[in-house]
């Protein structure tokens, strides 16, 4: 059990709850985890280690409830959990592994053609001082791929498509063609035909947003390479 805590601040107040940080980010995520059990004190705080706790009259005020399980739910779910570097720094090799697997599958020496190992992969992350965010990956592979042609010679297997989206549609999925967007053409319709070069190992990401938006409106065109 890691203890922690939980906070958020309305108007010109803190308030805080110490945590389980597993059942607290448990319910944080919605994938389970009870308040009460999350709860390491049946208590709202306004400084949980000065012990000073947050009155009634406050916490009407601020959530509209004195309930303290409807409060500390509400602080868990919108608020800041706090996490020990330990957690920071496991969560940023589990990102960072994350990415570099994707490119270990998708990616080639420029050059020779070559895949490139774990190591290698490793050794140039470092190199280009890259910090991987905990965006999804589709939305960093780009910028990332940038920051390693400084130092290694590397290129994404992609395949071209030529997607036409139907003018109504066009405001919400302009957005996900536009990161892989070559070039495009508005047509007198108002429908959008654009040229989008994705890699390979994002192409199920890629349309499940586009299906999402369009409700499979889009039309889709592989170009041969």
């Not at 590397?154 to 990161?179: F, S």
Request: net charge neutral; aromatic share 6%.
């Amino acid at each position: 059990m890691v203890n922690t805590v939980a906070r958020i601040r309305i108007g010109s107040k803190h308030y805080e709850v110490a945590v389980d940080l597993d059942l607290a980010l448990k319910i944080r995520k919605g994938v389970g985890g009870d308040v009460r059990s999350a709860l390491l004190a049946d208590e709202i705080f306004y400084n949980s280690k000065e012990g000073s706790k947050a009155s009634k009259e406050d916490l009407e005020t601020a959530f509209m409830t004195s309930d303290k399980l409807a409060v500390a739910e509400r602080i868990i779910k919108k608020g800041d959990i706090e996490l020990p570097q330990e957690h920071r720094d496991e969560e940023a090799e589990r990102r960072r592994k994350k990415v570099i697997d994707f490119f270990i599958r998708n990616a080639v020496d420029a050059r020779t053609g070559r895949p490139y190992t774990s190591e290698m992969l490793n050794s140039a992350f470092t190199q280009a001082k890259i910090n991987v965010t905990n965006k999804p990956i589709d939305e960093q592979i780009k910028s990332i791929t940038e920051a390693l042609k400084t130092v290694i010679p590397i290129k994404i297997e992609t395949k071209k498509l030529i997607i036409t989206l139907p003018a109504i549609y066009t405001g919400k999925a302009y957005g996900v063609v536009n990161e892989y967007k070559e070039k495009e053409e508005w047509l007198s319709d108002g429908s959008l035909k654009c040229t989008v070069n994705i890699p390979i190992g994002l192409q199920s990401e890629f349309y499940d947003k586009l299906n999402s938006i369009t409700h499979g409106g889009a039309m889709t065109e592989e170009v041969k390479q």
